[in-house]
């Protein structure tokens, strides 16, 4: 929590009141680099892409029907202003609504996320065990990195000898 919420809960009468600060996993779970023995090993951050559709949630479907077309994508992203994803909207779905319905009232909610630390052999394996075939990376914060493919993830796993 910041230091802000926190003095806010004091004042509001809580007593035992902690501030969190990221450590070693925070940074790594945010794809930010990383050395030592953990950087030779491949992880969902080495492999993401950020190649996505982002809308806003807020956003008229119309507008995130003309972001999806620029791409060529089949889904977009709903994002608050500080990207934190909030859901996704199907192509399909989107065409069928009202264009002037916000991308709240349409998207599904809590898209299923992972963190760039995640070994990629093991989420590969996961992606392929249910039959997805790619799964959203987001910082400790809930904000959107990118998105991991799990073809091109097994590319990659095949290129490194694993």
Avoid: Q
Avoid at 78 to 92: F, I
């Amino acid at each position: 929590m910041s230091e802000r919420a926190a003095l806010r809960l004091e004042h509001l009468g809580f007593h035992d009141v902690y501030r969190y600060t990221g450590g070693k996993s925070d940074w790594t779970a945010a794809g930010l680099p990383r050395g030592g023995e953990s950087a030779g090993n491949l992880s969902s951050g080495d492999v993401m892409s950020d190649d996505l559709a982002i809308c806003g949630f807020r956003a008229p479907v119309s507008e995130a029907i003309e972001i999806m077309k620029r791409g060529e994508h089949d889904y977009c992203v709903a994002t608050d202003d500080n990207r934190v994803v909030l859901g996704s909207l199907s192509r399909a779905d989107a065409e069928k609504a009202d264009p002037g319905t916000k991308v709240e009232e349409v998207m599904s909610p809590g898209p299923t996320t992972t963190r760039a630390n995640e070994p990629l052999e093991e989420l590969i394996e996961r992606l392929e065990d249910a039959g997805v075939e790619g799964i959203l990376i987001s910082d400790p914060d809930g904000r959107l990195l990118g998105e991991v493919d799990s073809h091109e993830g097994r590319t990659r796993l095949k290129e490194s000898g694993r």
